[in-house]
């Protein structure tokens, strides 16, 4: 499915490259800096508490107001349990979105909606003696990730630019627990 994706991206890449010589036709780069809020569960605690990452984005721009793309990141927090601080729950998230964009002078906004495949790790430590664990388990669990997406972009240059971003990670896992995570993102876009 990502493959076939990929080569749409490409296609209507080549197919609007002589229509948009003047215009940037896409935009990517790192989201290095994520502070976000996990609010998730498994079968010993609810789990609340402040979470990072790390990401990237691929913006496609067609049209005057069409985006496309793919992005994808990490994001962990770390929360106490019964008898420690270091059990950890991380969701790392990737897949295409499609939305729409408007730029003026030297600021574009994006609105878009992504949809993707992730994978949840949740190692929970019940009783902790220094590095040994005595009681701990670990869960993985892979489900469909959803996550809305605006974006604000201001260029430096027209090859560079300062994007941030706010996003919300949105997935089931276990049958009903959901991992919920709103995030602001910060990062630096290369534009072509």
């Not at 002589?18 to 789990?47: C, D, H, R, T, W």
């Not at 069409?66 to 008898?83: E, F, P, Q, R, V």
């Amino acid at each position: 499915m990502i493959r076939i994706l990929l080569s749409g991206l490409l296609i209507f890449f080549i197919l609007n490259l002589s229509s948009q010589e003047n215009k940037n036709m896409y935009s990517g780069g790192m989201l290095f800096f994520q502070p976000g809020y996990v609010s998730a569960s498994n079968s010993y605690q609810k789990i609340n508490n402040f979470s990072t990452g790390i990401g990237g984005i691929l913006r496609f721009y067609f049209k005057k107001h069409l985006t496309l793309g793919i992005h994808g990141g990490s994001n962990k927090a770390i929360y106490k349990s019964k008898n420690s601080e270091n059990s950890y729950i991380s969701f790392a998230y990737g897949g295409p979105f499609v939305g729409i964009t408007a730029k003026k002078n030297k600021f574009r906004f994006c609105s878009s909606l992504g949809i993707g495949m992730g994978k949840l790790r949740n190692l929970h430590i019940e009783s902790q003696t220094e590095t040994v664990l005595n009681e701990s388990e670990l869960f993985f669990y892979s489900g469909v990730s959803l996550n809305p997406l605006l974006s604000f972009d201001y260029n430096f240059t027209e090859k560079i630019a300062l994007t941030t971003q706010l996003m919300t990670i949105i997935t089931l896992y276990n049958k009903n627990d959901l991992y919920f995570c709103p995030t602001l993102q910060i990062g630096v876009l290369f534009n072509r």
